[in-house]
């Protein structure tokens, strides 16, 4: 595996159910971001963890809760999710601090669909 | 309220046309830029990244960067239908570490 991978590529949720998204990068960068973009609109910085410490939150609601049990994993737990919460959530990494680090990469996305 | 403005087009450019796409921002300190290129549905795929005034050429790619005149611009030479696609222009947040601040993107649309 390369680059940042995400987990499921595709998820269908009831609002009741409970459910977790992956991400794993595979580049030895120490900051992890989600991002979350709705049909039609820009992305929205959701979490960035530095080291596994999260250091913003973008008035996410509580029902998003993200967990980075080390620097190469990142997961966001989901549960009573409402229908506009449907989007493409992406997982992103970088190397701040570093000339050129503050690249970000982007994993493929999960496609949520809250039914 | 630091921002990153784009035109959202579409911007429709014939096959083997320059397209050429803007973007503004508002931090007159960031020093790192960067274009991305997003197909319908996909996530963003880093084309260019700028952090000194003047061109910056990668194949069919230009990036152009202003800083005194706080904008960063994309030329794509020799258009191709696979160009089809949103542009995000992104840009450092000197007051947030390792943050982005990001454009709403602007579509191009390469007709044959």
């Known amino acids: 595996e390369t680059g940042v991978t995400q987990t499921p590529r595709h998820l269908v949720m009831g609002m009741t159910n409970k459910k977790s998204l992956k991400c794993e990068q595979h580049?030895?960068?120490?900051?992890m971001y989600w991002y979350k973009q709705s049909a039609k609109k820009p992305l929205e910085l959701m979490f960035v963890?530095?080291?596994?410490?999260?250091?913003e939150n973008n008035s996410v609601p509580s029902r998003f809760s993200p967990e980075c049990p080390n620097s190469s994993h990142l997961f966001l737990h989901l549960h009573t999710l409402q229908p506009e919460d449907s989007a493409l959530y992406l997982c992103a990494s970088s190397q701040p601090g570093l000339a050129g680090g503050d690249t970000q990469y982007f994993g493929p996305g999960t496609r949520l669909t809250v039914l | 309220q630091k921002e990153v403005e784009q035109n959202s087009g579409p911007l429709s450019v014939p096959e083997g046309a320059i397209a050429s796409l803007n973007c503004t921002y508002s931090?007159?300190?960031?020093?790192?830029f960067f274009w991305y290129r997003q197909y319908s549905g996909k996530s963003p795929e880093l084309i260019m990244s700028i952090y000194s005034n003047g061109d910056k050429e990668d194949g069919r790619f230009t990036a152009q960067l202003n800083k005194a005149s706080q904008y960063v611009s994309l030329l794509i030479r020799d258009s191709q239908p696979s160009d089809s696609a949103t542009y995000l222009c992104?840009?450092?947040?000197?007051?947030?570490?390792?943050?982005?601040?990001f454009g709403a993107g602007t579509q191009v649309v390469v007709t044959p």
């Open positions: 963890y530095s080291l596994e410490e999260r250091v």
């Open positions: 931090d007159r300190g960031s020093q790192s």
């Open positions: 580049l030895g960068h120490n900051a």
């Open positions: 992104a840009v450092e947040d000197r007051d947030s570490w390792g943050k982005l601040q």
